[in-house]
Nanobody, 124 residues
Framework: QVQLVESGGGLVQAGGSLRLSCAAL????????MGWLRQPPGKEREFVAS????????YYADSVKGRFTISRDNAKNTVYLQMNSLKPDDTAVYYC?????????????????WGQGTQVTVSS
């Protein structure tokens, strides 16, 4: 069992930056690949980024490539999402989630543990 708690969301102007954190409670954090997914207002949940258990492999949605960076610190049981050059289209509730294996990372239903979400609002 893994409990995930996100933090770091907020209101930022377009072009600004935010860093999201996701703290995992549980002894087996390093066994899971981790992902960040988001749900814009009125839209379905979508994949943003993922990272393998070791941190050696990452994937990004095309919409955030070059602007967002996912990382993890297994010693701290924490995964991060550094978001730069934010756009109004990035406005969403951001969720971190855990899954077995670092494949099919864009499929939200394959993630088995979810955080409660943190709101990110980007003003124009």
């Amino acid at each position: 069992q893994v409990q995930l708690v996100e933090s770091g969301g907020g209101l930022v102007q377009a072009g600004g930056s935010l860093r999201l954190s996701c703290a995992a409670l549980g002894r087996t954090f390093s066994a899971y690949a981790m992902g960040w997914l988001r749900q814009p207002p009125g839209k379905e949940r979508e994949f943003v980024a993922s990272i393998s258990w070791s941190g050696g492999s990452t994937y990004y949605a095309d919409s955030v490539k070059g602007r967002f960076t996912i990382s993890r610190d297994n010693a701290k049981n924490t995964v991060y999402l550094q978001m730069n050059s934010l756009k109004p289209d990035d406005t969403a509730v951001y969720y971190c989630a855990a899954k077995y294996g670092h494949s099919q990372v864009e499929v939200a239903t394959l993630y088995i543990y979810w955080g409660q979400g943190t709101q990110v609002t980007v003003s124009s």
